[in-house]
Nanobody, 118 residues
Framework: QVQLVESGGGLVQTGGSLRLSCAASGLTFSTYAMGWFRQAPGKEREFVATITASGRNTFYSDSVKGRFTISRDNTKNTVYLQMNSLQFEDTAVYYC???????????WGKGTLVTVSS
């Protein structure tokens, strides 16, 4: 069965950095688009970034563009989210997802909490 396990969340001060990782199993990783989404307290889940199966193309929400970088290592079945210049508004549970294409995610991880203190 497909498993997506996020790690790397934690508490960081405003302006700091974190790198999230998502280890995938139970699927042919190199054929799946991958994405990061987040859900802040009291808000709906929102798109953060996606990357195509090959890693050649990436997409970002306007709120994180220029600060976050999504990448993947198909030899390690892992997708990453490098988060720099973190702001209080980035506080959320971050979810990893996998899908047949960047616009459709079929599998989801359980999430990792990122807390940015002001």
């Amino acid at each position: 069965q497909v498993q997506l396990v996020e790690s790397g969340g934690g508490l960081v001060q405003t302006g700091g950095s974190l790198r999230l990782s998502c280890a995938a199993s139970g699927l042919t990783f190199s054929t799946y688009a991958m994405g990061w989404f987040r859900q802040a307290p009291g808000k709906e889940r929102e798109f953060v970034a996606t990357i195509t199966a090959s890693g050649r193309n990436t997409f970002y929400s306007d709120s994180v563009k220029g600060r976050f970088t999504i990448s993947r290592d198909n030899t390690k079945n892992t997708v990453y989210l490098q988060m720099n210049s973190l702001q209080f508004e980035d506080t959320a549970v971050y979810y990893c997802a996998a899908g047949g294409r960047v616009s459709r995610m079929d599998y989801w991880g359980k999430g990792t909490l990122v807390t940015v203190s002001s």
